[in-house]
């Protein structure tokens, strides 16, 4: 018998979520995110959950190669472009558009002999400060790129830093807009801004944000990038998480639970042990009072998660047993709040999933 831990893939929630993204930026085509194995979500499923993007983004270049194999013929964007010559080659093989976001890049590309063009993202650094040209290198960038033979489209690209924050007092989201702007005064190109937290505010910012590509990544997988809820967005989880309970202990007023005797109980109460562990993925610091869901009522962990295993407060539900199914993230239980009440945030949940958990989808 494997384990109960499983993660449940909700396709169709995928589905939902790339519908939603272009109905908030309708003008827009779409870069699904699928990096880091699809967030954790499987890249296989990820082909068949976003077929009907316009294209597929990701950083890993094994993964690309992969996409081709699996079949997929619409655009591949790698988002960190490349890193040494002999990616071109792949890039040229495969039909690979990169970023390029340094002169090292653009060395390179001088120095290359490829049998087909290249098309490619140049990267402004309007603030993040994380990979890209600054405004005013942009221009000479663009045209020290143009006059590569090999050099196909040129499209703009940019990150934002704060789109998740709308009062955002540094560097606001417009003044990333405002920089880009003036970076690519003048270029020709199509423009790729949006990540998931500017498409979902494309309504509000409205002719101020023009991102004919956008690249949304987390609201496809159902959560969000900032402190609205996932609900509030319509958006639909992607992936639950589910375990049951393999042990109980009835523990009296004083006693302490785990490692460290971390949780001592105030009164007598029960314990359950869930089969869910950092090995699994579940972070080693989320804290007394994380939420978990033990039958479908909400209860909390308690004591230091440990490798395999994980206590929970039985207290809500003293009718649990042994094998009584336990939600960890996902339908019932948004991935962001147990990623709020872990202090970090859902994507590191969705991509710290170990490779030991069993997948299936539904
Ligand atoms: C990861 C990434 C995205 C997607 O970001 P989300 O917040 O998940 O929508 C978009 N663009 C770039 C360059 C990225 O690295």
């Known amino acids: 018998m494997p384990r109960p831990i499983v993660a449940t893939i909700h396709l169709d929630a995928m589905k939902y979520n790339l519908a939603r993204a272009q109905t908030c930026a309708p003008q827009s085509r779409l870069w699904a995110v699928v990096k880091a194995d699809a967030y954790g979500h499987g890249l296989?499923?990820?082909?068949r959950g976003f077929a009907g993007a316009d294209g597929l983004a990701l950083v890993e270049f094994e993964q690309a190669v992969r996409l081709r194999e699996m079949g997929w013929t619409k655009p591949?964007?790698?988002?960190?472009?490349?890193f040494e010559p002999a990616d071109l080659e792949t890039m040229a093989?495969?039909?690979?558009?990169?970023?390029?976001?340094?002169i090292e890049q653009i060395e390179?590309?001088?120095?290359?002999?490829?049998p087909a063009k290249l098309n490619l993202h140049l990267k402004m650094n309007t603030g993040m400060n994380r990979l890209g040209f600054k405004p005013d290198e942009f221009a000479a960038a663009h045209a020290r790129l143009r006059a590569i033979p090999l050099v196909g489209e040129i499209a703009l690209m940019t990150h934002f830093a704060n789109a998740d924050q709308p009062?955002?007092?540094?560097l606001p989201i417009q003044e990333q807009i405002r920089r880009f702007r003036s970076g690519a005064l003048g270029l020709p190109g199509s423009c790729s801004l949006s990540n998931s937290a500017?498409?979902?505010?494309?309504?509000e910012l409205k002719d101020e944000l023009v991102s004919h590509w956008t690249r949304p990544g987390?609201?496809?997988y159902g959560a969000t990038p900032g402190e609205k809820s996932a609900v509030e967005f319509d958006l639909r989880p992607s992936m639950t998480l589910t375990s049951a309970i393999i042990g109980k202990q009835s523990i009296g007023a004083g006693e302490g639970v785990g490692y460290g005797s971390a949780f001592r109980a105030a009164q007598a109460m029960q314990v359950g042990v869930v089969a869910c562990g950092y090995a699994d993925g579940y972070p080693r610091h989320a804290p007394h009072g994380t939420p978990v869901l033990v039958d479908g009522v909400k209860t909390c962990l308690i004591g230091r998660v440990s490798m395999d295993m994980?206590?929970?407060?039985?207290?809500?539900?003293?009718?649990?047993?042994?094998?009584?199914?336990?939600?960890?993230?996902?339908?019932g239980l948004p991935i962001d709040e147990v990623a709020q009440a872990a202090g970090t945030i859902g994507y590191e949940l969705m991509c710290a999933l170990a490779p030991r958990v069993r997948m299936i989808e539904d």
Do not use: K
Not at 76 to 82: D, V
Not at 167 to 170: G, L, N, P, R, V
Not at 198 to 203: P, S
């Open 167 to 170: 009062q955002a007092d540094y």
């Open 310 to 331: 994980m206590m929970v407060d039985l207290t809500p539900v003293p009718q649990a047993h042994i094998g009584s199914r336990v939600t960890l993230w996902g339908q």
């Open 108 to 114: 390179m590309l001088e120095a290359a002999r490829l």
């Open 198 to 203: 500017a498409v979902l505010r494309q309504a």
């Open 44 to 47: 296989a499923r990820a082909l």
């Open 76 to 82: 591949i964007l790698l988002l960190e472009g490349f």
């Open 218 to 220: 987390i609201m496809l």
């Open 93 to 102: 093989a495969c039909g690979l558009n990169g970023a390029v976001h340094c």
